[in-house]
C-alpha cells in the first residue's frame, strides 16, 4: 500500500489542522493506521493509531488534542490537532501495519509548524 500525507502547514498557537492519509488501496480489514512524528533533532515517535476494529490509541500526552480516525470506503485516515503549541512542530507520518505480517509501511510526511 502506498500512502500520501496531507494537510500540514503553519498555524498559530492554540490553532488546529486536520491531517489526511490517503492509502492507494483498501485498508479496511488488513491495515492498523497511525500517525507519527518527529520533531527536529528527535526520533519519531508515536502520536496515534486506530486498528481495523476503529479502536484508537494516542501517546499520553496528546490524548484530549488530537483526534484520530479512519473511513475505510475512502480508504483515508485522519487526524485532527487541536490547541495546537509549539512543540507539536514536527513532520507528521502515516503509517500503515498490515496485521496479517506485522509489516509497517510508510508515506512521505507533512510538515506542520506550530508558531506565531
Known amino acids: 500500500v502506498q500512502l500520501q500525507a496531507s494537510g500540514g502547514g503553519l498555524v498559530q498557537p492554540g490553532g488546529s489542522l486536520r491531517l489526511s492519509c490517503a492509502a492507494s488501496?483498501?485498508?479496511?480489514?488488513?491495515?492498523?493506521m497511525g500517525w507519527y512524528r518527529q520533531a527536529p533533532g528527535k526520533q519519531r515517535e508515536l502520536v496515534a493509531t486506530?486498528?481495523?476494529?476503529?479502536?484508537?490509541n494516542y501517546a499520553d500526552s496528546l490524548k484530549g488534542r488530537f483526534t484520530i480516525s479512519r473511513d475505510n470506503s475512502k480508504n483515508m485516515v485522519y487526524l485532527q490537532m487541536n490547541s495546537l503549541k509549539p512543540e507539536d512542530t514536527a513532520v507528521y507520518y502515516c503509517?500503515?501495519?498490515?496485521?496479517?505480517?506485522?509489516?509497517?509501511?510508510w508515506g512521505k510526511g507533512t510538515l506542520v509548524t506550530v508558531s506565531s
Open positions: 503509517n500503515a501495519r498490515d496485521v496479517r505480517i506485522n509489516l509497517d509501511y
Open positions: 488501496g483498501s485498508i479496511s480489514s488488513i491495515y492498523n
Open positions: 486506530v486498528t481495523t476494529g476503529s479502536l484508537t
